[in-house]
């Protein structure tokens, strides 16, 4: 008999893990509604004509494709299955697809219900994606995304505000972070002063790799792209620009001053610097030139958040993108978001153990069965305990003491409460401390006081 598995690229989550996870999701949750954002889901599937073509070439591969139901093979001949070509011959045979990212189903949802919206919408969306990707290390097939969006409204606040909600989860998950900040606008200003605006994409994409490649390997790239050595050169002042948020804008308005896009990058970089200087913000916001965020329908601030005390890639990202539902026919809806990496911050918060004993809402107290008797005498008590909030689980059958106990152990279930024959005279509840070993008998209600201290 074959033994079971699950498809590479996908993870079974215990109920600890679960707890984590669920630990990551809340938080986000509570301070995305603190914001008021709204929560909304997408269907886990989507008509391939709408996921189509969002992603480029490499993305419509990664895209898994659903096989229509009933007789798939209806609109195929025997000229489709000869050709051998996978994707025409896919396109006959599926209409659906597991969506690949939570943005371009948002773009979907918007166009479809805009007269149902309020704008500005300010939504977010914590559901799985899929991607045909080659598993590894920190890269599955199945994942999480955590995204939160304003649309239809052109205000930089909104910018500020991801800044904070940003700096709020972290400093709930106690993870300090530095959240580095660009702005596409300042790309395009500089790929044009250098001569080669036609090649912005190349050049992002380029000195986005700085941190993994170093400077060389960067010139080599912008090199190998066709860049002339004259524009390469223009590029590395502003490429190693140091010092304060406040003096790379000043170098910057001198560098950029012959760009109308380039300036306006650098107004919007500094509205929303003057705006966050008046807020409480705990974690460092750095201007980072050379964060250009891989995506292209990015065309103003971009952000990008680094955890300081762990070796691990940006664990939440995100910026404002002019035009999400064109591609759906509505033209004009300016937008901005961010998106948490949830399994990355699952990893830091292990790395550096931050997950608070409380957040994994293991059971608190276990009831000792000792038979038919006891287990009447304990339905109302037990009632009571959960009334007050604290989880409680009676033990299902009278197995020996030994059993029950080891029961608790491997549960790591803090307190065990034994109630016999003695105690049920007395109207007693023996509470047995099981990591101090220590006994206590009390009342129903000292029972419940000190496991709620």
């Given at each position: 008999m074959q033994k079971p598995s699950i498809p590479k690229g996908t993870r079974d989550f215990s109920p600890l893990e679960m707890a984590k996870r669920n630990y990551i999701f809340n938080t986000i949750r509570e301070v995305y509604?603190?914001?008021?954002?709204?929560?909304?889901?997408?269907?886990?599937?989507?008509n391939l004509s709408t996921l189509m073509g969002k992603y480029g070439e490499e993305g419509d591969k990664l895209l898994f494709k659903i096989l229509n139901s009933g007789d798939f093979f209806t609109n195929t001949t025997a000229e489709d299955l000869q050709e051998k070509n996978p994707v025409k011959f896919a396109n006959k045979i599926c209409e659906k697809g597991l969506r690949y990212d939570l943005t371009v189903p948002f773009a979907r949802f918007v166009v479809q219900h805009r007269n149902e919206i309020n704008f500005p919408f300010?939504?977010?969306?914590?559901?799985?994606?899929?991607?045909?990707?080659?598993?590894?290390?920190?890269?599955?097939?199945?994942?999480?995304?955590?995204?939160?969006?304003?649309?239809?409204?052109?205000s930089l606040i909104n910018e500020v505000e991801l800044i904070q909600i940003m700096d709020e989860v972290f400093r709930r998950f106690g993870i300090r972070v530095c959240i580095k900040m660009n702005n596409r606008k300042i790309l395009s200003g500089i790929a044009e002063i250098i001569g080669e605006a036609d090649k912005i994409v190349d050049i992002t994409v380029a000195i986005d790799k700085l941190d993994k490649i170093g400077?060389?390997?960067?010139?080599?790239?912008?090199?190998?792209?066709?860049?002339?050595?004259?524009?390469i050169a223009k590029l590395q002042p502003v490429i190693k620009l140091e010092g304060t948020n406040q003096e790379k804008l000043s170098a910057l308005r001198n560098i950029l001053s012959t760009s109308e896009t380039g300036m306006k990058g650098v107004e919007e970089l500094e509205f929303i610097l003057?705006?966050?200087?008046?807020?409480?913000?705990?974690?460092?916001?750095?201007?980072?030139?050379?964060?250009?965020?891989?995506?292209?329908?990015?065309?103003?601030?971009?952000?990008?958040?680094?955890?300081?005390?762990?070796?691990?890639?940006?664990?939440?990202?995100?910026?404002?993108?002019?035009?999400?539902?064109?591609v759906f026919g509505l033209d004009g809806v300016s937008g901005v978001g961010i998106s948490f990496g949830a399994d990355r911050i699952y990893d830091v918060l292990n790395q550096?153990?931050?997950?608070p004993n409380d957040a994994l809402k293991t059971t608190q107290l276990l009831f000792v069965n000792f038979g038919d008797r006891e287990e009447n005498y304990l339905f109302p008590l037990i009632s009571e305990v959960r009334k007050a909030g604290i989880r409680t689980e009676l033990y299902p059958e009278a197995a020996k003491i030994k059993k029950q106990m080891s029961y608790a152990d491997s549960k790591k279930i803090p307190f065990v409460a034994i109630v016999g024959e003695t105690e049920m005279e007395e109207g007693k509840i023996n509470l047995k401390n099981m990591l101090t070993g220590e006994q206590s008998l009390l009342t129903l209600e000292e029972t419940i006081d000190r496991l709620q201290a």
């Open positions: 509604h603190l914001y008021g954002f709204q929560q909304i889901e997408t269907p886990a599937m989507e300010k939504r977010y969306q914590i559901q799985p994606v899929w991607r045909a990707d080659r598993p590894q290390k920190g890269r599955y097939r199945e994942f999480y995304q955590c995204d939160g969006d304003i649309v239809g409204s052109n400077l060389d390997n960067v010139n080599e790239e912008l090199r190998s792209k066709g860049l002339s050595e004259e524009a003057n705006k966050i200087a008046i807020t409480d913000l705990q974690a460092g916001l750095d201007l980072d030139l050379t964060l250009a965020r891989g995506l292209n329908y990015y065309t103003g601030a971009i952000f990008e958040v680094k955890a300081l005390d762990v070796q691990i890639g940006s664990i939440t990202g995100g910026g404002r993108y002019d035009n999400l539902t064109g550096l153990d931050l997950y």
